[in-house]
């Protein structure tokens, strides 16, 4: 994947990227990239219908695996983008990419590949998406799969019983 091609996809999030962000080698550390691209994965989620709101509505997301490619190096005044490619569902996990780009160097700093478990906060157990929040997931999975890149998943990350290849 290259950065002309993540930007096919909406950005769901932009971080200024300030002195306390970064590590003694002066740039964006390990723990913030991970928080950025943990947090907008809730953006990505909000963007499907199924985010912060459905936490309040007794539902949530658990990360199941994580994969975490650094690329490019990113310093104090730099404003990172978060852009998300869903790549595989199934009736209770969304596979994604996350790319965290530097518009203004055209450079990818990291890629975060993640398996999201839905789960029932009451009952602590995985839980079955909706029918329409399955549809919406579908939709939006094709549409990605439609990009004509590869979107630089690590190999070992995937949903077990796709709804993609029904």
């Known amino acids: 994947m290259t950065f002309a ?7 769901t ?6 002195p306390d962000l970064c590590d003694i080698n002066g740039h964006l550390t390990v723990r913030y990239q991970v928080g950025i691209h943990d947090d907008a994965a809730w953006d990505l989620l909000d963007s499907l219908g ?3 709101a459905g936490v309040a509505g007794g ?3 658990f990360d199941l695996e994580q994969h975490l490619t650094y690329l490019s190096e990113s310093h104090s005044g730099d404003r990172v983008d978060v852009h998300h490619r869903v790549l595989d569902v199934s009736t209770s996990t969304v596979h994604f990419m996350s790319y965290l780009v530097l518009p203004k160097r055209s450079a990818i700093v990291s890629t975060f590949e993640c398996l999201l478990l839905a789960v029932d906060l009451a009952s602590r157990s995985p ?3 909706t029918a ?3 549809q919406r997931l579908v939709e939006r999975a094709q549409a990605d799969r439609a990009l004509e890149w590869d979107p630089g998943a690590c ?12």
């Not at 190999?155 to 029904?166: D, M, N, Y």
Request: aromatic share 6%.
């Open 5 to 11: 091609e993540t930007q096919q996809i909406r950005a």
């Open 132 to 134: 329409p929040d399955l």
């Open 155 to 166: 190999g070992t990350i995937a949903v077990r019983r796709s709804e993609l290849s029904q």
């Open 13 to 18: 999030v932009s971080v200024d990227v300030t």
């Open 50 to 52: 199924m985010g912060l």
């Open 59 to 61: 539902s949530s997301f």
């Open 127 to 129: 839980r079955k998406f």
